[in-house]
């Protein structure tokens, strides 16, 4: 009997070898019913049979042994890709559903061969076999990272604004401690209270605007009608008493006029310069330049300091990536999540406009341009 024929004829002791070794993939398996634990996997054997009587060419077999088979047809996912789904949700790790595999190829196998002594011409259906199941573990793998990444985010997210309120009672009795005049000791300790309570914020909303972009939501804005001269040169105030030792200038030309989310600009420029500060080389100046064209704006943000190489150029937007290191090495790291300058990305794109870099000898040059007139995407309702 061929091993397609024999999975249709054999199926109920398969699904009960299968059933049988789930069970024993604790904890996730502990409250299971026989329904829970077989789970996808007579479609899964279906699809497997189906697939090893299908006529397919030699480079076909060598991509789906890769785990690249060719696209589903009226449908949305496989019974695999489901399966992952499920058993991320019941709790098994990647390892656990994996190993089910394992042995399910090892069960029909065994099965087949002690029911049916196969002749050496049914090897191929052994070789077409394992290849269908290669490709069931591989979409079993991608999505389950998947539904564990999405879980994880969910996670993150809620976690980061449950905090938002008990932090800001924090920063909002430290402040009110300041003003009591209740002492030296009291004041200092006030203020080291309010010092890192604000740059736990910062993190904590870096994290709430990372967590928005990966369940595709985007950085959420609110354009109105601003003036960037205006924007800048308060935001740069404020950076320069954060940042007494370092030269911070301004260069202005043209109309500056449009509709933008003033606090998100705000960020955008706080991020880049801190950034040119960190990395740009002591007691030479930060140069922001702020130029209006006919439909949009560009402005950058200049430092003399290290060389950022093409191929860290081509990923430092991406999140968790991490610049050169400082050009001060005396500076004390920041503590920040490496998210800073995707955050920067993310509140351009989010505008309508882009951003780049360019590194050389002379200097390091963010360059961003904004758009007069966009206007903010509605969320993905889900």
């Not at 049979?49 to 496989?78: C, V």
């Not at 910062?202 to 001269?229: C, H, M, Q, S, Y």
Request: aromatic residues 4%.
């Amino acid at each position: 009997m061929r091993l397609a024929e024999f999975i249709r004829f054999d199926m109920e002791g398969i699904l009960a070898d299968w059933q049988a070794f789930a069970a024993t993939q604790l904890p996730g398996a502990a409250d299971m019913k026989p329904l829970e634990l077989r789970d996808h996997a007579q479609k899964i054997l279906e699809a497997v049979a189906k697939d090893i009587n299908q006529p397919q060419s030699k480079d076909e077999q060598t991509e789906k042994s890769k785990g690249h088979a060719t696209t589903l047809i009226n449908a949305t996912e496989t019974a695999a890709q489901t399966h992952a789904v499920l058993r991320a949700r019941d709790g098994f790790d990647i390892a656990q559903m994996t190993a089910e595999y394992r042995a399910l190829r090892a069960s029909v196998l065994r099965r087949w061969v002690d029911a049916c002594e196969p002749a050496r011409t049914d090897l191929q259906d052994m070789i077409r076999f394992n290849e269908a199941i290669d490709q069931a573990i591989a979409e079993s793998v991608s999505s389950f990272s998947t539904q564990v990444e999405q879980g994880r985010n969910f996670f993150l997210g809620m976690l980061g604004h449950d905090m938002r309120s008990p932090l800001s009672a924090i920063l909002l009795s430290a402040r009110f401690l300041s003003k009591l005049n209740a002492g030296d000791g009291i004041s200092d300790a006030a203020k080291r209270i309010t010092d890192s309570g604000t740059r736990m914020q910062a993190l904590l909303e870096d994290l709430v605007d990372f967590n928005r972009t990966k369940l595709g939501l985007g950085i959420n804005i609110n354009p109105a009608a601003l003036d960037l001269r205006e924007l800048f040169e308060s935001g740069l105030q404020q950076l320069r008493a954060a940042n007494p030792a370092h030269e911070i200038h301004l260069t202005v030309d043209g109309n500056l006029q449009g509709r933008w989310d003033g606090n998100r600009l705000h960020q955008l420029l706080d991020n880049l310069v801190v950034n040119a500060i960190k990395h740009g080389v002591a007691n030479t100046p930060v140069r922001v330049r702020l130029s209006g064209h006919t439909e949009d704006v560009l402005f950058s943000v200049s430092n003399r300091g290290p060389v950022i190489e093409p191929q860290l150029r081509a990923q430092i937007f991406d999140p968790l990536m991490r610049g050169p290191p400082p050009a001060d090495m005396s500076q004390e790291s920041d503590g920040s999540l490496g998210l800073g300058l995707f955050i920067c990305r993310e509140i351009v794109v989010a505008h309508g406009g882009s951003i780049e870099v360019d590194s050389d000898v002379a200097e390091t040059v963010f360059t961003v341009r904004l758009p007069r007139q966009h206007e903010a995407k509605q969320p993905v309702s889900h």
